[in-house]
């Protein structure tokens, strides 16, 4: 070999060693930076005022993946954690609230299906408006046991599934569907990346992005509801339908099933959505299901009477009380 090309060979590695230690430091910088920076984050959390996080936390600590694809996810039996300050305690069943009595002759038993929102996220449980109405009754003289079945971030096709394939065995006398507006939306079933499963840094950057893409205009939300409601969407015909297994599923068993509907909260003081709700009354009429509408015991309350924590579109404790309310002599005139 030449003295020429034996310094061509010695410059070539000495040019592929400089890539690779440019490619490590560059690799050892970036998790440096990704440690620091989930470490940030993960410090900013503590106060749990982070709603994205807290939501994120909820999943990770009381919810598992479901073995029936339709509902993608339940919460884990007998599961407890704070979240965003409030105790949220999960019975042997996965619902909200202590161990269940066992059926009884002559008891009313009312369960309650729905939502984040019917959970009473960021609302202590003595708070929640199932709590309260199993006290309300008994203080009206028509003691029943109240069962909440709300799983975050569950629609109308969950609800229903999880009653049929799970529940039924609660032998409820009282059904109530908690119906929020976005409840006949298509959910996508649960997300397996590795980061958002593990990184906050992860999830505060993937939910940033997701808002840049999303519009927040309050005109898009009401034409996005129009075209969820319209009688030819997927997941208009999706809810319908499943409403209307509950409904068969009640009727000759003597089970009474109400839909109480529920208001999106955003903009109370100049609601644009009573159009779902007259949807909602008549879908109910046609299956033979009690309407009740909340919007009344709701209407006009500005975010910061109403809403969980600012940034949080869930009812607080002062809202679930109205709800309880509102449902309370429906209730009682049908028990």
Not at 45 to 50: A, I, L
Not at 65 to 83: Q, W, Y
Not at 292 to 301: N, Y
């Amino acid at each position: 070999m030449t003295p020429m090309i034996g310094a061509a060979n010695h410059g070539k590695v000495k040019r592929g060693r400089a890539i690779w230690l440019s490619a490590l430091m560059f690799v050892l910088s970036l998790s440096v930076a990704v440690g620091l920076g989930e470490g940030v984050i993960r410090l900013k959390n503590v106060s749990m005022r982070n709603y994205d996080i807290e939501m994120w936390r909820y999943s990770r600590e009381l919810k598992r993946v479901s073995d029936d694809p339709i509902l993608g996810h339940e919460h884990r039996p007998s599961a407890r954690a704070v979240l965003q300050s409030v105790d949220i305690r999960l019975n042997e069943r996965g619902l909200r609230g202590g161990p269940i009595p066992p059926p009884q002759a002559g008891q009313r038993r009312i369960l309650f299906l729905g939502s984040s929102i019917t959970l009473g996220w960021g609302v202590a449980e003595e708070e929640t408006m199932t709590a309260r109405l199993d006290a309300l009754l008994g203080a009206a003289g028509s003691p029943a046991v109240v069962l909440n079945a709300g799983i975050g971030n569950y629609n109308a096709v969950r609800y229903v599934e999880l009653f049929l394939k799970r529940l039924t065995d609660l032998r409820p006398t009282d059904i109530v569907v908690h119906y929020f507006v976005n409840d006949a939306e298509i959910l996508p079933p649960p997300r397996t990346s590795f980061l958002l499963r593990n990184s906050q840094l992860a999830v505060t950057i993937w939910t940033a992005a997701q808002r840049l893409i999303q519009s927040s205009d309050y005109a898009s939300l009401v034409d996005y509801y129009r075209a969820l409601y319209r009688p030819e969407s997927a997941g208009f015909k999706s809810m319908v339908e499943a409403l209307g297994k509950l409904s068969d599923y009640a009727k000759p068993r003597g089970i009474r099933v109400f839909l109480a509907m529920t208001p999106d909260i955003h903009r109370l003081d100049d609601y644009d959505l009573t159009f779902v709700h007259d949807i909602m009354r008549t879908e109910a009429e046609k299956l033979g299901l009690r309407y009740i509408d909340l919007l009344p015991a709701l209407r006009g309350l500005p975010p910061e009477r109403i809403f969980a924590m600012p940034g949080d579109p869930h009812p607080n404790a002062a809202g679930h009380a109205l709800m309880a309310e509102a449902i309370l002599p429906v209730l009682l005139a049908d028990r």
